[in-house]
Nanobody, 129 residues
Framework: QVHLVESGGGSVQPGGSLRISCAASGSTFTASASTYCMGWFRQAPGKEREEVAAIGPGGATKYADSVKGRLIISKDYARNTLYLQMNNLQPEDTAMYYC???????????????????WGQGTRVTVSS
């Protein structure tokens, strides 16, 4: 099994920063953690879920155009933890942020959330003055 638990969400003013984390566990994951693709998706009220950033087993990354230069995805392989450093946050970044993982990278590179097997429960990020 694979368990993903997000943390670190909260409220911040425009221009502020947050770092959210996703702790991965489970026998299926830990047996081959370095082979998983992982990423962050977000869903704002009334909108569809969208991909924010993804990272492949070799460290290749992908970002949505709307977050390039502001959000940074990284992974600590020793801790099996995925991070999203979010800088210069704007009100349009307000959403529930979900961690995702899959052996296949194709859903992440294509941005097709429907193809991803493992999901966390989400952590809420609110950007407001």
């Amino acid at each position: 099994q694979v368990h993903l638990v997000e943390s670190g969400g909260g409220s911040v003013q425009p221009g502020g920063s947050l770092r959210i984390s996703c702790a991965a566990s489970g026998s299926t994951f830990t047996a081959s953690a370095s082979t998983y693709c992982m990423g962050w998706f977000r869903q704002a009220p009334g909108k569809e879920r969208e991909e924010v950033a993804a990272i492949g087993p070799g460290g290749a990354t992908k970002y949505a155009d709307s977050v390039k230069g502001r959000l940074i995805i990284s992974k600590d392989y020793a801790r099996n933890t995925l991070y999203l450093q979010m800088n210069n946050l704007q009100p349009e970044d307000t959403a529930m942020y979900y961690c995702a993982a899959d052996h296949s990278c194709q859903p992440f590179w294509s941005g097709n959330a429907a193809g991803i097997v493992y999901w966390g429960q989400g952590t809420r990020v609110t950007v407001s003055s």
